[in-house]
């Protein structure tokens, strides 16, 4: 069932998203699509409740648990960034808006930008271990919630992976081509 609310919560995002901009740029209604984007989060309290339902039911901690939380986290960190992403390219595509802004691809603004998306990975997993913690205490039965625990381990081991392959090396790189 969480899989099924997780796949209708990202097809969800999207077509909240999708109809903000179009009532934003096409529809020329700014008010609609202003109140459209600001309902976006809503889908995720919808994933959030039928989390908590699933496990205050009596269902034991699946894999799905625990991709519930890693995608609310995720979703919490970077869904304004990706609501901006699409706005700038809805804007540039069909009401003549400027082109979207564009990460530096070197320097010292590519080290910069670098960190600063990791930092918002840092708040992910932060929100997702919180929420996975939260089950964890809400269920109260460790046999139940192991893969809860598991999760914390594989979300902490992709931090620390992006942490060196992205912004740790970014930096080196550029330290090493301004010597």
């Known amino acids: 069932m969480v899989l099924a609310v997780i796949v209708a919560c990202e097809i969800g995002f999207w077509v909240v ?7 934003r740029y096409l529809l020329r209604m700014r008010r609609l699509g202003a109140a459209l984007l600001v309902c976006v989060p809503l889908v995720d309290l919808v994933l959030l409740g039928a989390t908590v339902i699933d496990l205050r039911r009596g269902a034991t901690a699946t894999f799905v648990h625990g991709l519930a939380a890693a995608y609310l986290g995720f979703s919490i960190a970077f869904g304004h960034s990706m609501v901006r992403w699409a706005d700038q390219r809805f804007a540039h595509r069909f009401a003549g808006g400027p082109p979207p802004w564009k990460p530096p691809k070197d320097g010292l603004g590519r080290v910069r930008y670098e960190w600063r998306e990791w930092g918002k990975a840092v708040l992910a997993w932060a929100v997702a271990c919180a929420l996975l913690g939260g089950g964890i205490l809400l269920v109260g039965d460790f046999s139940r919630t ?16 992006w942490l060196l392959a992205y912004p740790v090396w970014t930096t080196i790189s550029h330290r090493s081509a301004t010597e």
């Open 146 to 161: 192991e893969e809860l625990v598991a999760w914390v381990a594989r979300l902490t081991v992709v931090i620390v992976i």
């Open 17 to 23: 998203l999708g109809a903000g901009l179009v009532a």
